[in-house]
């Protein structure tokens, strides 16, 4: 067992159980901690840090519920303070494309004088089945605003993947990583594939901005979260991501999966199993 010990933020988060779970696959000692876990760590709750950062060396580091939203600089800023006076040398920060934000934030990580990873990603292809598209597949209509703009999905596994090798590869070290899938997709398209390979109808429908926040509002979404989906489809969304990217290839080698892969292999998984027929 390698003795450096990796502290996960986000133990169960779509790419932080992954990274955890290469880790431990390579022999590495990990410390994947969560709000549930002891010790705990909640972006709310400071003071908590430095008892779950204690004896790692390194840290994956994805920020709850988006590096987007205003109070992620400031949450960052502190996280890198803790983390260097806890030992802790090389971060690898998951953050987004596109996200003013997001940027700002990655700046204080490049300029800390650790060392560091970005890995920029473009929108998740898991958000179909792990995240909050979930249910709307599940009972057979996608309603989305911004339907017409197309983004290169990009898989967790590839995500997650490229962490991996920025946290045992010193060679990859101080080096940003922005990552796609191989193609361009509208959320339409993508429910279409889904919708083919369940074999079950799962129709989308285009509604404004405005419907959408007030859908999440009824649903007890909280403010933060209303704010960083406004931003992702008012401003995100607006075409600046629509191009692919070579930060997979670059960081491991080999093209990063298609989203039909994913959907494949998510079929093959069960998570979609009992999706309801629409009428």
Not at 10 to 18: A, I
Not at 234 to 254: C, P
Request: charged fraction near 15%; charge should be negative.
């Amino acid at each position: 067992m390698n003795p450096h010990t990796t502290l996960i933020i986000g133990k169960h988060g779509k790419t932080g159980r992954r990274v955890n779970a290469q880790l431990q696959r390579a022999g590495y000692q990990t410390r994947a901690v969560s709000r549930s876990t002891l010790p705990a760590f909640d972006w709310q709750s400071p003071e908590g840090w430095p008892e779950a950062m204690q004896g790692c060396q390194s840290a994956y580091v994805c920020f709850q519920p988006d590096l987007a939203i205003p109070p992620a600089r400031q949450a960052i800023s502190n996280f890198i303070r803790l983390a260097r006076e806890a030992g802790i040398h090389h971060i690898v920060l998951l953050s987004g494309r596109g996200e003013d934000g997001a940027q700002q934030a990655e700046q204080l990580l490049i300029n800390s004088g650790l060392n560091w990873n970005v890995v920029r990603a473009s929108w998740f292809d898991q958000n179909f089945s792990e995240g909050f598209l979930i249910e709307s597949i599940m009972n057979g209509q996608v309603a989305l605003p911004g339907c017409d703009i197309p983004e290169p999905f990009v898989d967790a596994e590839d995500i997650a993947e490229v962490a991996f090798a920025c946290l045992t590869k010193p060679q990859l070290n101080n080096q940003l990583f922005e990552v796609t899938g191989p193609e361009l997709l509208t959320f339409s398209d993508c429910v279409g594939i889904i919708s083919c390979a369940i074999q079950r109808p799962v129709n989308f429908v285009p509604i404004t901005i405005t419907q959408f926040l007030q859908a999440l509002r009824h649903q007890g979404l909280a403010d933060d979260e209303l704010w960083l989906m406004n931003e992702l489809f008012t401003v995100v969304m607006d075409g600046r991501n629509s191009h692919t990217t070579q930060g997979v290839e670059q960081a491991l080698g080999r093209q990063p999966g298609s989203f039909r892969d994913y959907v494949l292999r998510t079929v093959a998984s069960g998570a979609w199993a009992h999706a309801k027929e629409t009428s």
